[in-house]
């Protein structure tokens, strides 16, 4: 059975850092992409990252580029997101995903067939 | 970016109703599209991708259709637990973006 477990999430003052971490289970990490998405408090589902499943691509849309990080460690079959500078707009619970697809090129099948319970972010002063 | 929108933006309806929900993406994208199902407090679950592809346990009542720009989600025979909220999601280029949302409720 897949499992997907955040952790990390938490509350955090405008400008701060967090790192969240995805320790998943019940399927082979290293063979599929990963994906960080997110959800503000009532409102809809927003992509915020993806890495290959070799860790060699990364992807981010421009409201987070350059201030976060999404990394893997295949030996300990963990997905993280290193998010820096944080601004109130980040406050949301943030869902680790697998992927279908080893990578996160055109043509892949790069939807989210797995979805860990979610950790809440708060940026809050 | 591709812009992806809904309608509707909710609907109520009975146990038993046909039910279908439209999604349009501001350029063409193929059959680069998925449905996903959403309940309150939980992580939403993949139903279709590549638009018409149902995900495995994901039952029949439900299917896609589409290509380009005008996708559809069906559910041929509503039955309680598909009360929740449902998303498209286009894959044809980054950044990957969703829909806002259609809301099913009971009528």
């Known amino acids: 059975e897949v499992q997907l477990l955040e952790s990390g999430g938490g509350l955090v003052q405008p400008g701060g850092s967090l790192r969240l971490s995805c320790a998943a289970s019940?399927?082979?990490?290293?063979?599929?992409?990963m994906s960080w998405v997110r959800q503000a408090p009532g409102k809809g589902l927003e992509w915020v990252s993806a890495i290959s499943g070799s860790g060699g691509s990364t992807s981010y849309p421009d409201s987070v580029k350059g201030r976060f990080t999404i990394s893997r460690d295949d030996s300990k079959n963990t997905l993280y997101l290193q998010m820096n500078s944080l601004r109130a707009e980040d406050t949301a619970v943030y869902y680790c995903?697998?992927?279908?697809?080893?990578?996160?090129?055109?043509?892949?099948?790069?939807?989210?067939?797995?979805w860990g319970q979610g950790t809440l972010v708060t940026v809050s002063s | 970016a591709i812009r992806m929108t809904q309608s509707p933006s909710s609907l109520s309806a009975s146990t038993g109703d046909r039910v279908t929900i439209t999604c349009r993406a501001s350029?063409?994208?193929?059959?680069?599209l998925a449905w996903y199902q959403q309940k309150p407090g939980k992580a939403p679950n993949l139903l279709i991708y590549a638009a018409s592809t149902l995900q495995s346990g994901v039952p029949s009542r439900f299917s896609g259709s589409g290509s380009g720009t005008d996708f559809t989600l069906t559910i041929s025979c509503l039955q309680s637990e598909d009360f929740a909220t449902y998303y498209c999601q286009q894959y044809y280029s980054y950044p990957f973006t969703f829909g806002p949302g259609t809301k099913v409720d009971i009528k």
């Open positions: 995903a697998k992927v279908s697809d080893i990578l996160i090129t055109f043509g892949g099948l790069i939807v989210f067939d797995y």
């Open positions: 019940g399927f082979t990490f290293s063979s599929y992409a």
């Open positions: 350029q063409g994208i193929s059959s680069y």
